[in-house]
Structures are given as structure tokens and as C-alpha cells.
């Protein structure tokens, strides 16, 4: 086992790494930027080192000081969190050249997964269900015309490097096909220098599920249940829960199969998820494949028992999974919702500045909170805005959603504004409580954006919630 490994991230990840390590008696360093020289993960941390100035091009993504600071600590390993250089081939192959361990997959599975059209091929090969469409490079607006007629619209052209919800348009007829496929490449080349754009069968009502899977290198891989991540706004996760109210357990079990199918193809170790989406009648089909540890993997380990970090660690360690697919199952429900420094009512414009008070609930078998912030903390203008994940357990769905509410009641911050509000409206809603979601419901329910109006005035727990979040300070 290793003795020190390294964290290449900041926030609410750093920390929760850190902590798994500290768990397992294993020494570590975080690092930082100017702009994070008193951040919680620091703080944590047996040592840390400065990396750069604030902007993330000039710190968190240059891998030579990264790692320039394994070598000088004398770290054997590092974790990369998610985001930064996590999914960098080039950082893995760099921290090879040095003897130092990347806690994550091989290069090769990285690279195979990180680019869309080749993965969607690889899926095909591993009899993945995959969406109809066209998975080799369209040349320009007209071709996409042709293929879009071929496949039926509605469609969807995706950037084949893309992520976080760039790169992506959705056309009904022809003229929304040529006009997309311009504003596709034109956004897929200025976020990721990468233009190629391929087009896929769109699906109506579309709910987003995936599949955790972990894998060794000794040939085991074992999924551990899906994730609903359906309620989304602008194709950002908001709103995650384990297990999906919509998949049976049969359904579960093709997707979790699909999905070690998926692995096995790309021999890879480590924390995975592989993402699809799934229609009204649950037939599902491939999305993407995503190469290291996500956001809201609390779910599957208070629904499973699994430190996913923990597995990550002793995995790359050269470890055998302790556990058989026959011992993972399914305890209660979880649900993760992601707080972040962002004003609801302005369109969730990014708000930064100091944490004059921060109190979020207290944890205990039924609340967890990851977080990378504290009272008298900022949150910078250069980073990802989020505050917290706030995680619940229950006996079952109803409970899970109940200590829910409760929680965020009891989540108050001031001095920077929150999306609170909008997370306690979620969670009240009846197509929430139902469980009647898709990827469409926030846009179909808050068509306008979000407003003081929206709130359910009956209920108490969301009117303190926006209250709050439009106090900036006492």
C-alpha cells in the first residue's frame, strides 16, 4: 500500500479523498493555487504545496509542477478527483515516465473513452446498445442534412469531444440541421480545439441513468448499481439518487452487464461510470463513458456500503476487489444535491465573495455533507462554484426525500448567494415526489427561469430556503 499519494484537485473532492486516505493511514499532499493558499483541502492535508497563480491554466492544469511536487514530497501515487487533469492521458503517461502511480485507469482506456465516436464504435463491438445514428465525422452542414433525413429527426449533433453539455444542439427539420451543426462545431472548436461533430437518433423524454462499475487488474469488474442523474438544467446534473425510481430490477441487470461489457473491452481498472439514456418504455441506450470518479458517487456508497475512494486506492495498488457482484445489493435510497454559489433568481449567475456565515445541517446516519468550504472562507471567481453536496440516506425513497427537506431547511449561508432555494423546490415538487422525471422536467416546469413565485408558499421548509438564499448577509 502506498504510504503518500497526492491530490491533484481543490475543493469538496480534495477533501474527500483526503479523508479516505487518512482513513486507510496513508500520508497525503494537497496542492494549491494563490487563490487557494488557505482552502479547506489544505488544511487537511499532512502537507501541501503551491503550484501556481490562481487561474487554473497556470496551476491545477500544469502536470509538470503536479508532478514536480510528487517528487519533491515523495508521494508514490496520485488521485486526480474529477475535472482538471483526471481524464489527461498525458498526464498518466507523464506520471509513468516518473515511477509515480495514477490512481485511475490506464491511458489506454482514458483515450478510447474520452473521444465519443470512438467509443460509441467500441460499444457497438461489445454489444453496448447504443442510439442509432451516424458515428463517423460529418464533413459540413450539408451532409448532417442527408444523414439527419437517413436516421429521422428529431437529432442530436454532438461534438465528439465534448462535455459538460457543449457541443451539443438538437434539430427537428432541415434548417435547424444546418444551423446546428455550424453552432456545434463553432462551440466544440472554441471549448475543446476539437470540431468534430457526429449526429445520433434523438430520444423523447429521455431519462439520464448510469452505471457505477469498478474494476482491477486482475480481470474482476463488478457494477454497483445505477444512478439517476435525470433532473438536469442546461445538461448539468443537479438533482442524482440511487436507485433510479424507473428501472426494474431486470433492466438494472442488462444495464450492469452492458456496462462490465463495456469495461472488459478496454481492460480497465479502477472507478467508472457508464452513462446512458433511457426512454419511456426502458429501452436504453450507450451515452459516454466516463474515466475516473463522479460527482455524485456518494449515492452509490451509502446505498452500498463501498468507500469508492477507498477501492480506487487499493485497486491501483495492485489490490483484488474484495467484493463479487453477488455481494453488492441495494440498502435504502440516497439522493445528492449539489449546492453551489450561483443566484436563482439572475439566471444562476456565478456569485463569488466571503462565507460570512456558513452552517449546513449536521451529519449523522442520514445526512453527509462533502464540502470544500468554511465560515470566514471564499469562493473564487476562477473555479467551479460549487459549496457542498449535501447527501441523504433512507429506509426508502420517501424517507431519503423527507430527510432531504429537512436538510436544505437547515443549510444557511450568507455572504454569497446559493441555489438553495431552487434545490428545496425540486424536492417538493410532485413530479419529484413521483418520480415522473425526465431530462426535460426543470425546463418544462421553469420555462422562464426561476422566480420567488415558483416557490410552494405552503410549505415552510422551501419558503426559509429562499428566504435565505436572497439574504446575503445578516
Known amino acids: 500500500m502506498f504510504e503518500k499519494i497526492l491530490i491533484s484537485n481543490r475543493g469538496e473532492i480534495a477533501c474527500r479523498v483526503i479523508k479516505s486516505a487518512q482513513k486507510m493511514g496513508i500520508k497525503t499532499v494537497a496542492v494549491y493555487s494563490d487563490a487557494d493558499r488557505d482552502a479547506l483541502h489544505v488544511q487537511l492535508a499532512d502537507e501541501a504545496v503551491h503550484i501556481g497563480a490562481a487561474p487554473s491554466s497556470a496551476s491545477y492544469l500544469v502536470a ?21 487533469l483526471s481524464e489527461n492521458s498525458s498526464f498518466c503517461e507523464a506520471l509513468a515516465k516518473k515511477g509515480i502511480t495514477f490512481i485511475g485507469p490506464k491511458t489506454r482506456a482514458i483515450e478510447a473513452m474520452g473521444d465519443k465516436i470512438t467509443s460509441k464504435k467500441l460499444a457497438d463491438e461489445a454489444n453496448v446498445n447504443t442510439i442509432p445514428g451516424y458515428t463517423d465525422v460529418v464533413k459540413d452542414a450539408e451532409q448532417a442534412v442527408e444523414i439527419a433525413k437517413g436516421i429521422g429527426y428529431p437529432v442530436m449533433l454532438k461534438a465528439s469531444a465534448g462535455g459538460g453539455g457543449k457541443g451539443m444542439r438538437i434539430a ?19 471549448s475543446f480545439g476539437d470540431d468534430r461533430i457526429f449526429i445520433e437518433k434523438f430520444i423523447e423524454e429521455p431519462r439520464h441513468i448510469e452505471i457505477q462499475i469498478m474494476a482491477d487488474g486482475h480481470g474482476n469488474v463488478v457494477y454497483l448499481n445505477e444512478r439517476e442523474c435525470s433532473l438536469q438544467r442546461r445538461h448539468q446534473k443537479v438533482i442524482e439518487e440511487a436507485p433510479s425510481p424507473f428501472l426494474d430490477p431486470a433492466t438494472r441487470k442488462q444495464m450492469g452487464e452492458q456496462a462490465v461489457a463495456l469495461a472488459q473491452a478496454v481492460d480497465y481498472e479502477s472507478a467508472g461510470t457508464v452513462e446512458f439514456i433511457v426512454d419511456q418504455e426502458r429501452n436504453f441506450y450507450f451515452l459516454e463513458m466516463n474515466t475516473r470518479l463522479q460527482v455524485e458517487h456518494p449515492v452509490t456508497e ?3 456500503g463501498l468507500d469508492l475512494v477507498e477501492l480506487m486506492i487499493r485497486v491501483a495498488a495492485g489490490e483484488k476487489l474484495p467484493v463479487t457482484q453477488e455481494d453488492i445489493g441495494i440498502k435504502g435510497w440516497s439522493i445528492e444535491a449539489r449546492v453551489y454559489a450561483e443566484d436563482p433568481f ?61 436538510a436544505l431547511d437547515k443549510f444557511i449561508v450568507r455572504g454569497i448567494q446559493t441555489n438553495l432555494a431552487v434545490l428545496a423546490a425540486l424536492v417538493a415538487h410532485e413530479r419529484y415526489v413521483t418520480g415522473n422525471i425526465s431530462t426535460n422536467t426543470i425546463a418544462e416546469e421553469y420555462p422562464e427561469g426561476f422566480h420567488p413565485a415558483d416557490v410552494p408558499h405552503e410549505d415552510p421548509a422551501v419558503v426559509m430556503a429562499v428566504v435565505g438564499s436572497m439574504v446575503r448577509k445578516y
Open 302 to 304: 451509502l446505498t452500498t
Open 64 to 84: 509538470e509542477r503536479i508532478i514536480q511536487a510528487c517528487i519533491d514530497t515523495g508521494a508514490q501515487a496520485v488521485h486526480p478527483g474529477y475535472g482538471f
Open 346 to 406: 439572475r439566471n444562476f449567475l456565478p456569485s463569488t465573495g466571503r462565507l460570512t456565515y456558513y452552517r449546513p445541517p449536521a451529519e449523522d446516519d442520514h445526512v453527509r455533507v462533502d464540502t470544500g468550504v468554511f465560515e470566514g472562507g471564499e469562493v473564487s471567481m476562477f473555479y467551479d462554484p460549487m459549496v457542498a453536496k449535501l447527501v441523504t440516506w433512507g429506509e426508502d425513497r420517501a424517507q431519503a426525500i423527507e430527510k432531504m427537506r429537512a
Open 172 to 190: 427537428r427539420s432541415d434548417d435547424e440541421c444546418r444551423d446546428g451543426f455550424e453552432r456545434a462545431a463553432n462551440e466544440a472548436r472554441s
